[in-house]
C-alpha cells in the first residue's frame, strides 16, 4: 500500500500543472513617482526614488509629474528624465523567463520637449530593446527574454539634447513552460527549430480572437489581450461566437498559464448565414517588419461542434499551409478543450501585409466551417541581438559591417579619390612643354604601361615590330589595341576598307596575333555574305541575298586625331562606328 501511494504522488506531481503562477520576481516601479501607486487591477507599483537601490545613473535626473485626468493609468503621471546614462538593477532570484515591460508617455514640461527625443533601451549588456526609439503617445513594449545572471539591467542611454525616460518597469518572472524549447518551422515543413530559448522575443500582437479586451488583471500572466475586430479583413466574413469560460478544458499537461479560459471561450468562425456552400478564407492581416524572425502562436478551441469529428480546416499563415485538414476533436479528443500551435516564421517568410487565414477543408467531408481564437505574434531577436533596428549594442550592424567600419572604409575610398587627383593636377602642372608632340600623354599623366609599349602607341610605329601587349585576363577580351594601330588597320578609317556591318557599326580589316592583316576571306567565297572576324565570329549577314553595304564616307569627313590628349582619346570612340 505503502508503495501504491508512493506511485500516485509521483504521477500527480509529474503530470498536473498549476493553474496559477506566484513569480518568484515582481518588480513594478512608478518612475519619478514620489510613493506607491496602485492600479485599477490591484497591482502596485512601488516608487523608484523610495527604492533608489534600483537606479544608477550618471549625469541628472529629474521627477515630471502630469495632473492630467483623461490618463488611463497613474503610472503615466509620473516619469523619470535622464540626460545621460542611467540603469535600474534588479536582483533575479530565480533564473529563467522574465517579461519586461516599459511604459512611456511623453508628460508635458516646459523644460524637455519628450515627443522629440531619441534614445536607447539596452537589457542584460547585450539585448537591443528600443534603438532612436522616440514615443508619441502612451506606449507600453513588452519584451520576454531568458535571464541567465543574478542580476538583470535595463540600461537608458540618452544624451543632453535628446535625454532618455521612462514611466513605469515591470520585470515579472515567466514559467518554463511560456516557451518551449523546440517548435516547428513554418516552411519547410517538418523542420525543427531548436534552441528558442537562447532566443529573446517581443510582443508585437496578442488577440482574444472573437472576444472582449482582456487586462492583466484577468490574464493568468498579467497580459493584455487586444480585440482583433481591426485586423479582420473583410469583418464581413467572419461573425463572433462564445461559450461560458467555465466550460473550457485543458488537456493532460497543459495550463491556462499558456492562455487563459477567457480566450478559448471566444472565436471567430465563417460568416455563413447567407452562404450555402462557403468557399472562402477568414483573413487578418498585420503589418510587420521582414528584417526579424517571428513566433506565431495560434490558439483553437472547438466551441461550435456539436460531435467529434465533425469539423476540419486549413490554417494558413504568410500565405503558406500551416496546418491542413485540421481536426481539433481529434487532436484533443474532445470538444471545447484549449489546443494552441507555434510556428517559427523565417524573415523571407514574412510578406506585407503578413495574413493568417482559415478556411474549409475542400472535402466532402463535416461541416463547411473554420474557426479561430486567439493570435499571438512575438518578434525574435537578429543577429546582433536587437529587437529594435540592425545595429547591436557594439555597433555591429545586422546588414554587415558596423557603421565605424563602413566610416573607415569610405574615408579611406575618399581620401585615395583625393590623393589621385591631387597627383594627377601635379603631374599637369609639371607636363613638358611639348607634351602635344608626344607619343602618348599617358607617359607623362597615366601609368598605363605594360611590356614595352604604353597603352597608345604611335601612329608612325610599325605594326609588324610592335604591338600593344595591354590585356584584360579578368574580362576575357584578349588584347588590346592602341589607338594607332587600329588608325592604321583600318588605312585611318577608310570606307574601301569596310568588310561589312557588325552589332556596333561598320566592321573593319582586322589585324591577327601575328600581325598579319585579315584579307576578308569568307567561308562560302569572298562576297562578303558570311564573313568572319578574326576571332572567328561571324558577321551580320546580307538582307535578301545582297551584299552588306555602308554609307560611303568621304575621307575629309572623317576625324582624324593626331594628337593624343585626353580629350581626343575620350571623344573619339564616338566617330569610330560611322554613326
Known amino acids: 500500500m505503502a508503495i501504491l501511494l508512493l506511485l500516485l504522488s509521483i504521477t500527480v506531481s509529474v503530470s498536473a500543472k498549476p493553474d496559477t503562477f506566484k513569480p518568484p520576481d515582481n518588480y513594478l516601479i512608478d518612475c519619478g513617482s514620489s510613493s506607491q501607486t496602485t492600479l485599477p487591477d490591484r497591482r502596485t507599483f512601488s516608487s523608484d526614488s523610495t527604492s533608489s537601490q534600483y537606479l544608477q545613473y550618471h549625469g541628472r535626473q529629474i521627477n ?7 490618463l488611463p493609468l497613474p503610472i503615466y503621471k509620473s516619469a523619470k528624465v535622464f540626460d545621460s546614462k542611467a540603469t535600474y538593477s534588479f536582483h533575479v532570484s530565480k533564473t529563467g523567463w522574465h517579461w519586461i515591460r516599459l511604459h512611456f508617455f511623453p508628460v ?19 539585448l537591443v530593446l528600443l534603438h532612436e526609439y522616440t514615443p508619441k503617445g502612451i506606449e507600453m513594449r513588452e519584451y520576454l527574454t531568458n535571464v541567465t545572471t ?10 543632453k539634447d535628446s535625454p532618455a525616460f521612462v514611466n513605469a518597469i515591470e520585470v515579472v518572472s515567466a514559467p518554463d513552460m511560456v516557451i518551449t524549447e523546440h517548435i516547428d518551422a513554418l516552411f519547410p515543413v517538418g523542420k525543427k527549430i531548436d534552441g528558442i530559448t537562447k532566443f529573446s ?43 461560458a469560460p467555465n466550460v473550457v478544458t485543458y488537456l493532460e499537461g497543459g495550463s491556462p498559464l499558456i492562455a487563459p479560459p477567457t480566450v478559448y471561450a471566444s472565436a471567430v468562425e465563417m460568416g455563413t448565414s447567407d452562404i450555402i456552400a462557403p468557399n472562402f478564407n477568414v483573413t487578418w492581416q498585420f503589418d510587420l517588419d521582414h528584417s526579424y524572425p517571428y513566433l506565431i502562436r495560434l490558439h483553437f478551441c472547438d466551441i461550435v461542434s456539436k460531435s467529434l469529428n465533425e469539423l476540419y480546416f486549413n490554417v494558413y499563415v504568410g500565405g503558406k499551409i500551416a496546418i491542413s485538414a485540421l481536426d481539433l476533436s481529434t487532436v484533443t479528443n474532445g470538444l471545447s478543450v484549449a489546443y494552441y500551435k507555434d510556428l517559427f516564421v523565417e524573415p523571407s517568410m514574412v510578406s506585407s501585409p503578413f495574413l493568417i487565414q482559415v478556411g474549409p477543408l475542400n472535402e466532402p467531408m ?19 541581438n536587437s529587437l529594435d533596428g540592425e545595429f547591436g549594442a557594439d555597433g555591429r550592424s545586422a546588414m554587415g559591417p558596423s557603421r565605424g567600419t563602413v566610416a573607415a572604409v569610405g574615408f579611406a575610398m575618399m581620401f585615395g579619390a583625393f590623393a589621385g587627383l591631387g597627383a594627377m593636377a601635379v603631374k599637369w602642372q609639371k607636363r613638358p612643354q611639348d607634351w602635344q608632340k ?13 611590356g614595352d609599349a604604353s597603352f597608345l602607341a604611335s601612329s608612325k610605329t610599325s605594326l609588324g615590330s610592335k604591338k600593344s601587349a595591354f ?11 592602341s589607338f594607332a594601330e587600329l588608325q592604321e588597320a583600318t588605312k585611318n578609317w577608310d570606307s574601301n576598307s569596310v568588310i561589312g556591318v557588325g552589332g556596333f557599326g561598320n566592321v573593319y580589316l582586322g589585324v591577327l596575333e601575328d600581325g598579319t592583316k585579315d584579307q576578308g576571306k569568307t567561308e562560302e567565297g569572298s562576297n562578303g555574305t558570311s564573313s568572319t572576324l578574326a576571332n572567328g565570329a561571324p558577321l551580320a549577314p546580307a ?8 554609307p560611303s564616307h568621304n575621307p575629309a569627313e572623317v576625324q582624324v586625331i593626331e594628337d593624343h590628349s585626353g580629350t581626343a582619346m575620350f571623344a573619339h570612340p564616338a566617330n569610330l562606328n560611322g554613326r
Open 366 to 384: 463535416g461541416t463547411k466551417n473554420a474557426i479561430l481564437n486567439g493570435v499571438e505574434i512575438l518578434r525574435v531577436n537578429n543577429s546582433v
Open 438 to 450: 608626344k607619343n602618348s600623354f599617358s607617359s607623362w599623366l597615366l601609368p598605363l604601361h605594360a
Open 150 to 159: 543574478p542580476n538583470l539591467n535595463i540600461m537608458f542611454s540618452g544624451e
Open 543 to 550: 538582307v535578301d541575298n545582297r551584299p552588306v553595304t555602308t
Open 201 to 243: 522575443f517581443q510582443k508585437m500582437y496578442r488577440l482574444n480572437v472573437g472576444g472582449v479586451v482582456i487586462g492583466p488583471g484577468n490574464d493568468t500572466l498579467g497580459r493584455n489581450w487586444d480585440s482583433d475586430q481591426k485586423f479582420l479583413k473583410p469583418q464581413s466574413a467572419a461573425k463572433n461566437i462564445s461559450i
Open 471 to 481: 590585356h584584360s585576363s579578368t574580362m576575357g577580351l584578349g588584347r588590346y589595341l
Open 64 to 70: 515630471l509629474a502630469d495632473q492630467s485626468a483623461d
Open 108 to 126: 508635458k514640461n516646459k523644460e524637455f520637449k519628450l515627443q522629440e527625443t531619441k534614445f536607447t533601451v539596452i537589457a542584460g549588456e547585450t
